[in-house]
Every structure is written in structure tokens, then in C-alpha cells.
């Protein structure tokens, strides 16, 4: 399991050990990988509009391929929707999606 966002390593470093994370941040601060697993979306804060981050959990099975996406991310419960999520990534049959095909699977965040 790794964690990626667009903050600083300095930022990231920070909250690891507030939240005494036991997995590593990859700091994206140009936003690529972001980008790359479509997860750039326009957000409106106070009337003003910006290019942000959707919360989002991507599910990548030791093939490489992704298996699920699961968006919106909520913290409330979302441990949990991981861990059920989890045994779908071995299941047999048809072809995973990619970065640029995946869908969330519920919510806001999914791409039309």
C-alpha cells in the first residue's frame, strides 16, 4: 500500500507521523500521476473555480493492472470498502481496466 498526493515530502512526512501512517507517501506535486489515473476535476471553493484532487482509492493487483477504483473516498467506513474490495483483485476472467478506463465504482466522482 502506498499513499500519493500532491503535497510537498515535507507535508507528507508531517501527517505520516501524525496519523502514524505504516505505509509510504510519494509526493505528485506536479499532479502526473494524478493526471495519469484521472483524477484531476475542477472544484468551486468560495465561487472560485480550480483544478483539484478527487479523492480517490485505486485498487492495483500484483499483475499491475487496476482492478477497482473506489470514488468518493469518505473516511467514514472507507478501511472497510477497501477490505472487502480486496479479493476481487484475484478474481479470474476478462480484462482489468486501465488508468484512462477506469470508472469509480459509486458517487460523485465517477467520469461520464
Known amino acids: 500500500m502506498i499513499g500519493i498526493s500532491p503535497d510537498t515530502p515535507a507535508a507528507q512526512k508531517r501527517f505520516q ?8 507517501l510519494l509526493a505528485d506535486t506536479e499532479r502526473a500521476v494524478a493526471a495519469a489515473y484521472g ?3 475542477e472544484k468551486t471553493m468560495y ?38 474490495a480486496l479479493p476481487s483483485l484475484g478474481r479470474a476472467g476478462g480484462a482489468a481496466p486501465t488508468p484512462d478506463t ?7 466522482g465517477a467520469r461520464r
Open 39 to 41: 483524477v484531476l476535476q
Open 47 to 84: 465561487g472560485r473555480k480550480f483544478l483539484g484532487i478527487a479523492r480517490t482509492t485505486v485498487l492495483i493487483g500484483a499483475d499491475g493492472k487496476v482492478g477497482r477504483v473506489l470514488a468518493p473516498v469518505k473516511p467514514a467506513g472507507h478501511a472497510a470498502e477497501v477490505l472487502q
Open 17 to 24: 507521523q501524525s496519523e502514524n501512517l505504516p505505509f509510504p
Open 102 to 108: 477506469a470508472r469509480p465504482t459509486r458517487g460523485r
